[in-house]
């Protein structure tokens, strides 16, 4: 039997995105707003969360979340939209 992988917010990765473009970041920058968590991080892994090809931690959506003023409820429930800032 094959492992099934857990189900997945398919907007996530364009809100992750947008957050940053509304609070014009680079993608540097923004790393730079999470050194403090534990956990390794880099310009790169930005990237790849905002193609969905990485889940950020809780941790990260957390910080996320804070940094846009949104619950993280609104980061991974599909049915949600970020307010318009």
């Not at 809100?15 to 999470?34: G, N, P, T, V, Y």
């Not at 905002?50 to 409820?73: C, T």
């Not at 980061?75 to 318009?84: A, I, Q, S």
């Amino acid at each position: 039997m094959g492992r099934r992988r857990r189900a997945q917010p398919q907007e996530m990765a364009g809100k992750l995105r947008e957050i940053r473009a509304r609070l014009k970041l680079s993608q540097e920058e923004m790393d730079r707003q999470f050194k403090h968590l534990p956990g390794e991080m880099y310009p790169g892994l930005i990237s790849r969360f905002e193609q969905g090809k990485v889940e950020p931690s809780l941790l990260i959506l957390l910080a996320y979340a804070r940094l846009a003023g949104v619950s993280m409820e609104t980061l991974v429930d599909d049915n949600l939209k970020l307010t318009k800032a």
